[in-house]
């Protein structure tokens, strides 16, 4: 799930792949945050009806840069074919940075199968072999974390959930 900040770097990169850049709903966005820093919005001098306005218009932005960001990282990830067993995991590094932080995800694949996933032994395993432990955050839905190490900046890795030991 992409960060609010993030939002304009993942679309650029998947614009790359074909994504069509939503740069007049951006220009919209803009538009609507920067209309709403005037004098009596900011310093709470103002009546209640523009304040509901307000929070109406900031609201919108914000989903819509939400859904945008997801329907980005969507884009990029059917980009990746995905192994026969487990389930792969594309974690995407919007800064200029490497970077490593905790990714979640659930584990389950279309149609809430886990391909034989036993939610209770899965690992995470990058790019290089490297196993790292799955920890279950809800047992019921699936979600999980596990530990996205060194992702490059503006790039990529795509991680195997399988089975096993870390």
């Keep these: 799930r992409p960060e609010s900040g993030a939002v304009s770097i993942v679309t650029a990169a998947a614009s790359m792949f074909g994504f069509q850049y939503p740069g007049q709903q951006f220009r919209r966005g803009w538009e609507d945050i920067a ?42 990830s059917v980009m990746v074919t995905p192994k026969p067993e487990g389930i792969s995991v594309l974690v995407f590094n919007p800064s200029g940075w490497t970077r490593s932080a905790w990714a979640d995800t659930y584990l389950v694949t279309s149609g809430w199968s886990g391909r034989g996933l036993d939610a209770s032994k899965a690992v995470a395993i990058d790019p290089a072999g490297k ?31 399988v089975n096993g030991e870390p």
């Design 35 to 76: 209309f709403n820093h005037h004098h009596d919005t900011l310093p709470g001098s103002g009546i209640h009806p523009p304040y509901a306005r307000t929070v109406a218009q900031l609201d919108r932005v914000v989903a819509e840069s939400r859904e945008t960001a997801m329907r980005a990282m969507e884009h990029l």
């Design 131 to 161: 196993r790292l432990p799955v920890l279950v955050q809800d047992p019921v839905s699936r979600r999980a974390k596990f530990w996205a190490d060194s992702i490059p900046a503006f790039g990529y890795k795509v991680f195997q959930i």
